[in-house]
């Protein structure tokens, strides 16, 4: 009987990844004027890590990724007939949440950059030290890292905060002020 050659097994396919490793379903993308300064300023305040830069002759960014903590932001400049920025458009209608480990950190590092506070760090109801910000190129961030907090203390400081609210237009700083 003749000798039957073994068959070399065929090396598997890598397995093709539908969404790149190190995202999440839902990526944000920023347009920002001043992009390239936009990536500096989120280094320096975030902390973020500068994964990929795609560049115009000019300078101007096409493209960029950073990781924030364990999540990917994108931005590109803005560029004429595309998305515009939230300077251009008087404001910013989307918030950036970002938890953190020591978000009294964060907070120091995102104001000393220059960020514009808009909510005021404190400890909230919900049983987080939480604040808002807008970075330089108009985008509107929200701190936060999770504390321990009792079921009466969140309750009482719940109800604290619904008298506020009750009272009609504010800027929300009132509550986090008085929970310091």
């Known amino acids: 009987m003749p000798k ?17 490793k190190g995202f999440h379903s839902v990526t944000p993308y920023l347009a920002v004027s001043g992009a390239a300064q936009a990536v500096e300023w989120y280094k320096n305040a975030f902390g973020a890590k500068e994964l990929q830069r795609q560049a115009l002759p000019d300078g101007k960014l096409i493209h ?9 932001v994108m931005l590109s400049d803005t560029f004429a007939g595309g998305h515009k920025d939230p300077l251009q458009l008087g404001g910013a209608s989307v918030t950036l949440h970002v938890y953190t480990g020591n978000v009294d950190s964060l907070w120091k ?51 604290e905060a619904m008298k506020m609210f009750e009272q009609g237009p504010h800027s929300g700083n009132e509550q986090s002020q008085s929970s310091q």
């Open 109 to 159: 590092k995102a104001v000393e950059a220059g960020a514009k506070v808009d909510m005021e760090l404190g400890n909230m109801f919900w049983g987080e030290r939480y604040g808002q910000v807008t970075d330089p190129f108009g985008h509107s961030w929200s701190l936060s890292m999770r504390i321990p907090m009792s079921r009466k203390e969140m309750e009482k400081q719940r109800a």
């Open 64 to 72: 960029a990724r950073l990781r924030i903590g364990d999540s990917v």
């Open 4 to 20: 039957r050659k073994a068959r070399r097994k065929a090396k598997p396919k890598p397995k093709f990844e539908r969404i790149p």
